[in-house]
């Protein structure tokens, strides 16, 4: 067996997909946790010293919507957040090549939503599911749409470079 071969039968395995999904999801919460952790010492609540993971840099699409934005009109690329850019970027140019890939198997959002998606489809007759009136998708569907075109519409529109180099200097 050849090793394209190999790896298209891999993708294409019932279990692998759900199993990269649970590890990014419970790998986002572990790091959600020590940021937590970490954000409680920051701000005096906690005796417990705890360092900032190194893992959050992945995480923070907000900053890193802000320094592409910086990189596109300035040419400079972010000081500051210089990994949450590149994986940003890295994440784009995976969306737009394999259209899904990123949310289908890494986005903690999409993990959920297959998730969500699965219990349902376990707890409620298909035909019931077949015969649900479309309007129900539109508050399912929604929110995360709703986040995306906040963030997108704060920072692509609203915020200007001195805005953005200021909220990243600070």
């Not at 997909?17 to 954000?39: E, N």
């Not at 994440?91 to 959002?109: D, N």
């Not at 129900?136 to 609203?158: C, M, R, S």
Request: overall charge positive; glycine content about 6%.
């Amino acid at each position: 067996m050849s090793l394209n071969i190999f790896f298209k039968h891999l993708l294409k395995s019932s279990k692998l997909r759900p199993l990269t999904q649970l590890g990014f999801l419970l790998f986002s919460i572990l790091i959600g946790f020590k940021f937590y952790g970490y954000y409680l010492w920051r701000i005096g609540e906690s005796q417990i010293y705890s360092q900032r993971p190194p893992a959050v840099e992945a995480f923070l699409p907000i900053s890193a919507l802000m320094g592409l934005k910086r990189l596109v009109l300035t040419g400079k690329y972010d000081p500051i957040h210089p990994a949450g850019l590149t994986i940003f970027i890295a994440i784009l140019t995976l969306s737009f090549l394999w259209k899904r890939a990123f949310c289908g198997w890494v986005c903690p959002i999409g993990a959920i939503s297959n998730l969500i998606e699965r219990i349902t489809k376990k707890m409620v007759k298909p035909k019931v599911l077949e015969n649900l009136p479309k309007w129900i998708e539109v508050p399912l569907f929604t929110p995360k749409y709703l986040i995306l075109f906040f963030f997108l519409y704060t920072i692509l529109w609203q915020m200007d470079i001195r805005t953005i180099e200021a909220f990243e200097d600070a």
